[in-house]
């Protein structure tokens, strides 16, 4: 018998006034899963996210998590079903310190020995945040905000996390320090993930299975291994036959230097 899903996406479609902007988006994420959702900016993916989150009402289609119709539920009663948003820009309290900030996260729960447990785990995978529990969050850096949103989100005992653009705004070596927390929170602690990221390359690296969109439409769905060797993808996402064919240029540069 085929596992249920945790999130069930059917011809989904929102709206900005009448400009629609998700345009009849199905997918699935299935437990312990990290998919990926791809696309350019504007493609639609912060759109989606909401939508499935409650924070924007889709006009047609159904949200269903283990098979519970949650489609125009609100935010609140989704977080309670599990699905926690982790949105683009981190949306921390500033004024709270960090270690409210993490209090917060678990704000539906009343369990508070595994509350103190949780928090001591999220200090393990985030050990900066451990040392400055007592800072304000809007003193801290921008990857610290985003570790700082992830754990506030983990609080919570997501059966899905949402992650809206976790790499924006980061250096290199933070992006590769927040994904490899991400990856080891997927298998470490099975925490099952959704992920729309700019950052093809990255996102692909980590996750399971990818969706494309452009446009508000998927147009692309695979395997992250299918998708990362799709000579679509090389071009379009992750600048393979660019550097190729830099490469040749500068080859053909240096043949006739000598």
């Given at each position: 018998?085929?596992?249920?899903?945790?999130?069930?996406?059917?011809?989904?479609?929102?709206?900005?006034?009448?400009?629609?902007?998700?345009?009849?988006?199905?997918?699935?994420v299935r437990k312990g899963q990290l998919v990926t959702v791809l696309g350019a900016n504007g493609a639609g993916k912060t759109t989606l996210l909401k939508s499935i989150s409650g924070v924007m009402m889709p006009q047609k289609g159904s949200i269903k998590v283990y098979?519970?119709?949650?489609?125009?539920?609100?935010?609140?009663?989704?977080?309670?079903?599990?699905?926690v948003h982790v949105?683009?820009?981190?949306?921390?309290?500033?004024?709270?310190?960090?270690?409210?900030?993490?209090?917060?996260?678990?704000?539906?729960r009343n369990d508070k020995t595994e509350i103190a447990q949780d928090r001591e785990m999220v200090f393990s995978y985030f050990p900066i945040l451990a040392e400055?529990?007592?800072?304000?969050?809007?003193?801290?850096s921008g990857g610290q905000q985003q570790m700082l949103a992830i754990g506030r989100g983990l609080m919570a005992r997501p059966e899905l996390m949402l992650l809206d653009e976790p790499s924006l705004g980061l250096s290199p070596l933070l992006?590769?320090?927040?994904?490899?927390?991400?990856?080891?929170?997927?298998?470490?602690?099975?925490?099952?993930?959704?992920?729309v990221e700019q950052n093809a390359r990255v996102a692909?690296?980590?996750?399971?299975?990818?969706?494309?969109?452009?446009?508000?439409?998927?147009v692309m769905a695979d395997t992250s291994q299918n998708l990362a060797a799709s000579e679509d993808i090389q071009e379009f996402y992750l600048g393979v036959q660019e550097e190729t064919q830099r490469d040749q240029?500068?080859?053909?540069?240096?043949?006739t230097w000598r």
């Open positions: 018998m085929t596992q249920q899903p945790v999130l069930d996406v059917k011809n989904l479609e929102s709206y900005y006034g009448p400009i629609m902007a998700i345009r009849g988006v199905s997918l699935q098979g519970q119709d949650l489609t125009g539920a609100d935010p609140d009663v989704i977080v309670r079903k599990g699905l949105p683009e820009g981190r949306e921390i309290f500033p004024l709270m310190t960090v270690e409210e900030n993490i209090a917060m996260g678990a704000y539906v400055r529990r007592k800072q304000q969050a809007g003193t801290l992006v590769e320090e927040i994904f490899t927390i991400i990856s080891r929170l997927n298998k470490e602690q099975g925490v099952t993930m959704m992920l692909l690296s980590v996750a399971d299975y990818g969706y494309v969109m452009e446009i508000g439409r998927i240029r500068r080859w053909k540069k240096r043949k």
